[in-house]
Every structure is written in structure tokens, then in C-alpha cells.
């Protein structure tokens, strides 16, 4: 019996996947526990339908990706630290700061999870900060520390 899975099943396969099962497995176990669908024209022609609106979903998400990445091109945020006699920094400028930031000045929300740092900002200069904003799109966005007055 063919069965279209709604949920991933570690021994059968993947979520959307067609697979062949026992009619008893099927009947018994993977329809009841709603882990898939029997495999009839209807629920197949529906399953083509999820697929390309996701594939639609999934390539509307990358061009807004682009679209931000080229917006955030040549755009700069501007970050204070405290400043010692010495010339040394107190502590760090974190993602969370970083993220914060963008939303004061940019008027963008970003997930501090998706900042990528090469190196801790811990002095007075400017760095290039990465942007992961969808698994193929990564923006450059200019950090630039000034001594806080």
C-alpha cells in the first residue's frame, strides 16, 4: 500500500515523502497516529499543490533576502564604548548589542542569532559585520565604534 508521509518517520522516510508499507503497518500504525495519508489521486494531487506553493514560498523568501542584502549594501551603524586614560576599551560590543542597534537606526529587525562576528568588537574602529538573512543570502553591514563621550 502506497502512504504519503505527513510527518517524518525514522524508519520510513521524510515528511511529503510516497512510501510502500504493509497494508496492516498502514492501517494499523501509520494512518491512526496520523503520520501519513493513503496515497489516492486526491491526496496525491494535493500534495503536488503543497510542494509548489512551497517551492513559490521558498523563492519569494530568497528575492526578499536579495533585496535586503542590496539595501543593506552600503548602510553603516555607529556603536560607543567607554574609553579608558590608555586608550583601552571597557568591555565588548556583543550581537545582541549589534542587533539592537540595527533596529535604533536602520529600522530593520534582526535575529542576533543570525549575526555572524569573525572577531569580538572590543576597540574603537570599524568592522565588517555579516548578516546571515536566509540559508544562500549573507549581508556585509559596517560596524563603526567611536569613544563614547
Known amino acids: 500500500m502506497k502512504v504519503i508521509l505527513i510527518q ?3 524508519s520510513l ?19 491512526p497516529k496520523k503520520l501519513g495519508v493513503e496515497a489516492t489521486p486526491e491526496n496525491m494531487n494535493d500534495l503536488k499543490l503543497k510542494n509548489k506553493n512551497d517551492e513559490k514560498i521558498a523563492a519569494e523568501n530568497l528575492a526578499d533576502a536579495q533585496a535586503l542584502r542590496d539595501s543593506l549594501k ?3 551603524i ?3 564604548m567607554k574609553v579608558g586614560s590608555n586608550g583601552k576599551t571597557f568591555g565588548s560590543i556583543s550581537s545582541k548589542e549589534i542587533a539592537e542597534l540595527i533596529k535604533k537606526q536602520l529600522g ?3 535575529d542576533k ?4 562576528l569573525n572577531d569580538p568588537v572590543k576597540a574603537i ?6 548578516i546571515k538573512l536566509h540559508p544562500q543570502v549573507t549581508a556585509e553591514l559596517l560596524l563603526d565604534v567611536v569613544e563614547q563621550k
Open 74 to 76: 552600503d548602510k553603516k
Open 108 to 110: 530593520i529587525d534582526v
Open 13 to 31: 522516510g521524510k515528511k511529503g515523502d510516497i512510501v510502500e508499507v504493509n497494508q496492516g503497518y498502514a492501517r494499523n500504525f501509520v494512518i
Open 125 to 130: 574602529g570599524g568592522y565588517n559585520i555579516g
Open 78 to 80: 555607529v556603536a560607543s
Open 8 to 10: 517524518d518517520v525514522k
Open 113 to 116: 542569532k543570525k549575526i555572524i
